[in-house]
């Protein structure tokens, strides 16, 4: 073999083992041989709501409902002025599933003048306290002391309390508490910014 063949040899070889390293090294490359940009996968969204609930995504509490549909009602007049909305309503047909928004323990079925038939969520830190209201009805087999995890059916869209009748909604509530707290204590917030996509403090 005369020297030039082995010069172009070796020089074809060693060019090999380059576009070879360099197809390592930069595996998008690869992916553009011949012009066909092959798409990188898409970067997954955060999950809606993480296991502890905590620091976490709120879902949205009734299934087919976006969470661009959700519109912000707190602070809206209720009683002709005489006191402020506390929470977010969701419009839905009547006995339309509600969700769990985030996991927890069931710490309160109740019924009121205000909120007609309502279940009270615990999250597991219990710092938070998740309230649904104006149900129609409770998920069969529904109980305090029992475990829900995001998306378990709770109970049934309603116009129970002190919603209009006809008037079928979900009244959600959010409530940030201590742990030595009751159902029924702690500092009410607005829970549209949760609902929306922010994450919950944790």
Known sequence: ??????????????????????????????RR?????ERSPAVKSPPAVGAAGEGAVLAVPIGGVRRHDVRESWGDPRENGLREHHGT????????PVLAAA???VEKLWTSAAGGTTVY????ARNWTYYYAHLSGYAPGLHEGQSVKVGDVLGYVGDTGNADVGNFHLHFGLTHTTPDQHWYEGMDVD?????AG?????
């Not at 969520?121 to 597991?124: A, N």
């Open 198 to 202: 922010k994450a919950l403090p944790r």
């Open 1 to 30: 073999m005369s020297r030039v063949a082995r010069f172009v040899l070796i020089s074809l070889a060693i060019m090999a083992a380059a576009w070879i390293a360099l197809l390592a090294l930069l595996p998008e490359a690869s």
């Open 103 to 105: 996991p927890g323990t």
């Open 121 to 124: 969520v615990r999250s597991p």
């Open 89 to 96: 309503d969701l419009a839905a047909p009547a006995n339309t």
């Open 191 to 195: 829970p549209y910014p949760y609902l």
């Open 33 to 37: 041989i011949g012009g066909s940009a």
